[in-house]
């Protein structure tokens, strides 16, 4: 019974660590172009190791920022603003 239960939390904290935000509704044809949105996040510092699109309609960076600290940060593709982020510390 107790394994059971330590799984059952491993697993409750695996999925909310995975768990990926919805960006937007909109339609494809009003997001800003992949490319567009490489060369904003790599004018504002960012150097990208994955840059790819979400089920949730996110455009996704792992990568580093302009200080050089590992990040995981998924944007709207519509008008490019963060919408969640991990730094690392």
Do not use: H
């Amino acid at each position: 019974m107790k394994y059971l239960l330590i799984s059952l939390a491993l697993s409750s904290f695996a999925g909310a660590a995975l768990a990926e935000p919805t960006c937007t509704q909109e339609p494809k044809d009003k997001w800003m172009a992949e490319a567009a949105m490489q060369k904003k996040l790599a004018d504002e510092g960012y150097k990208t190791k994955v840059f790819k699109t979400t089920k949730g309609n996110c455009y996704e960076l792992y990568g580093w920022n302009k200080d050089g600290k590992k990040v995981e940060i998924y944007f709207n593709p519509v008008d490019g603003q963060p919408v969640k982020q991990r730094i690392e510390k």
